[in-house]
């Protein structure tokens, strides 16, 4: 299986080596090659531009700033999204600063930002994914017990596809349907960030207990 990671920062990275610890055949797309030189040295990894990122892998994985995200689409031929996998790890992060530690976004509760990048590229298939956990935590992260990932999509197959990928990473999977559950999932990421903002604590998940 060959992924591909739309993004070089710290969680494209990070999940870039989570892959590669996998066995996956990575290749990380970036318009800046020279901020994966360390990561080059420690991962037998491939670095390509979005384009060629796209077109070698069999799934994606969207990994870039919430305000980014459609330009990175759109600098991809549409061939190589078609009927491909998209794991969108976007959140729509305001540039204005939290307030009391509440990010601000730039959508609201009736639109998300997955919901607006499957309309962008309708021929692709978006599951959205690892939006409301730190990078620290994305890969078999240590905790008393699994923590759940919640997922959501409009493509059944895809979000099997997923669900695998999410076990071998250490999570419970919770599909919560299609892809107008974004917009529950994704201000997730709010709440998560609350603790770290006013209180610098950063190590937890989310979990989903049931009787």
């Given amino acids: 299986m060959k992924i591909g990671i739309l993004g070089s920062g710290v969680i494209g990275q990070t999940l870039a080596s989570g892959f590669i610890k996998h066995h996956y055949d990575v290749m990380i797309g970036t318009e800046h090659p020279e901020k994966l030189?360390?990561?080059?040295?420690?991962?037998?990894?491939?670095?390509?531009?979005?384009?060629?990122?796209?077109?070698?892998?069999?799934?994606?994985?969207?990994?870039?700033?919430?305000?980014?995200?459609?330009?990175?689409?759109?600098?991809?031929?549409?061939?190589?999204?078609?009927?491909?996998?998209?794991?969108?790890?976007?959140?729509?992060?305001?540039?204005?600063?939290?307030?009391?530690?509440?990010?601000?976004?730039?959508?609201?509760l009736d639109h998300s930002l997955m919901k607006q990048l499957q309309s962008l590229v309708p021929d692709a298939h978006f599951v959205k994914a690892f939006n409301s956990i730190g990078n620290a935590f994305m890969v078999n992260p240590d905790f008393n017990s699994k923590p759940t990932m919640f997922i959501c999509g409009n493509n059944e197959e895809a979000k099997k596809e997923v669900s695998k990928i999410l076990n071998q990473f250490g999570f419970e999977i919770e599909d919560m349907g299609k892809a107008e559950a974004a917009r529950a999932i994704e201000p997730l990421c709010m709440l998560w960030c609350i603790p770290g903002l006013l209180r610098n604590e950063w190590s937890h998940a989310f979990k989903l207990l049931k009787k």
């Fill in 37 to 108: 030189s360390e990561w080059k040295t420690k991962n037998n990894g491939k670095i390509g531009s979005f384009n060629e990122t796209a077109e070698f892998s069999n799934i994606l994985m969207l990994a870039v700033k919430g305000t980014a995200a459609k330009d990175v689409l759109q600098k991809i031929d549409k061939e190589n999204l078609k009927e491909k996998i998209v794991i969108d790890t976007t959140n729509p992060i305001a540039d204005e600063p939290p307030v009391n530690g509440v990010l601000k976004f730039f959508t609201s």
